[in-house]
């Protein structure tokens, strides 16, 4: 796990474990999707720590 800055297509860990994709960055706000919900804004005050890259995912074939 790395404390990056997440980029689009990374997978992110917040809040008590759980994860997300970053969907989009608008005007420097994080969005974010978890499987079955629809995108959301991280609230700023949330740390996004980034468990896999973009390419790391697409490295293991993981694109959901």
Do not use: F
Not at 10 to 25: F, K, N, P, Q, S
């Amino acid at each position: 796990m790395s404390t990056q800055r997440p980029q689009v297509g990374d997978e992110v860990e917040y809040g008590d474990g759980h994860r997300a994709l970053v969907t989009d960055i608008r005007k420097g706000h994080v969005w974010l999707r978890a499987n079955g919900r629809q995108e959301w804004e991280a609230p700023a005050e949330v740390t996004l720590t980034v468990v896999r890259t973009r390419i790391e995912r697409i490295a293991e074939g993981d694109l959901w």
